[in-house]
């Protein structure tokens, strides 16, 4: 059974800082990793999508990168900002379970001004 | 805008009652999925539609049923509400195929008294 597991579960950071997120899945065997930004009380916000064959993909001041291999993910945030403060989360795509989907519990990021 | 849509946005409920929670989306996407979303849990796929006509269980579906109304439409309805299905809602949808975008609501808040 796929496990997907993020650390740190908080973190807080000074504004203009770049900072990395991660994002471990225990089944190498992925479709695809997508990064989700959720606002409090808000819905999940789509912000990368990586298939099983690229390494990389690139938003403005965000990248993700992936480790098939290795069973990692990182979210790099350059020149964080006070409106990043979110929680991020990663889900992957692994073709187990109905939908296919597993979700970390995601990463709680507060910049601070 | 182009999206998914949940409606109601907030509801209050005594317990034994029923109601449905309504998803709508107008991306012409095949596959629709509902959510809950709880403190410590993550969340966790109540049921999950391929396509128009199927529905499938998922992770925690006791309590629920659901409806694929057409290609639109997924409905979840709560026959008799107790107080465990406190919880926010999340509807989600997604393309063909695993390699598409996941893309949510903005999640109904349920409060079961």
């Known amino acids: 059974k796929q496990e997907v597991t993020q650390i740190p579960a908080a973190l807080s950071v000074p504004e203009g800082e770049n900072l990395v997120l991660n994002c471990s899945f225990t089944?190498?065997?992925?479709?695809?990793l997508q990064w989700f930004r959720q606002d409090p009380g808000k819905g999940l916000t789509s912000l990368l999508l990586?298939?099983?064959?690229?390494r990389e993909q690139t938003s403005g001041r965000l990248n993700a990168s992936l480790d098939k291999s290795s069973g990692r993910s990182t979210l790099y945030i350059a020149a964080s900002q006070p409106g990043d403060s979110a929680t991020y989360l990663c889900?992957?795509?692994?073709?187990?379970?109905?939908?296919?989907?597993?979700f970390g519990k995601g990463t709680h990021l507060i910049i601070q001004p | 805008n182009a999206g998914v849509t949940q409606t109601p946005k907030f509801q209050v409920l005594k317990t034994g009652q029923s109601m449905t929670l309504q998803c709508a989306q107008d991306?012409?996407?095949?596959?629709m999925y509902w959510y809950r979303q709880d403190p410590g849990m993550g969340l966790r796929l109540i049921y999950y539609?391929?396509?128009?006509?199927?529905?499938d269980k998922g992770e925690v579906p006791n309590g629920y049923n659901v409806s694929r109304l057409n290609k639109r439409e997924f409905s979840l309805r709560l026959e008799s509400a107790a107080p465990s299905q406190t919880s926010v809602y999340f509807c989600?949808?997604?393309?063909?195929?695993?390699?598409?975008?996941?893309?949510f609501g903005a999640g109904s808040r349920l409060t079961v008294l």
């Open positions: 990586i298939q099983s064959s690229q």
């Open positions: 089944d190498s065997a992925i479709y695809n």
């Open positions: 539609s391929a396509s128009e006509g199927t529905t």
């Open positions: 989600a949808s997604r393309g063909q195929g695993w390699a598409n975008v996941l893309t």
């Open positions: 889900a992957v795509t692994s073709g187990g379970g109905a939908d296919g989907l597993t």
């Open positions: 991306m012409n996407h095949n596959s």
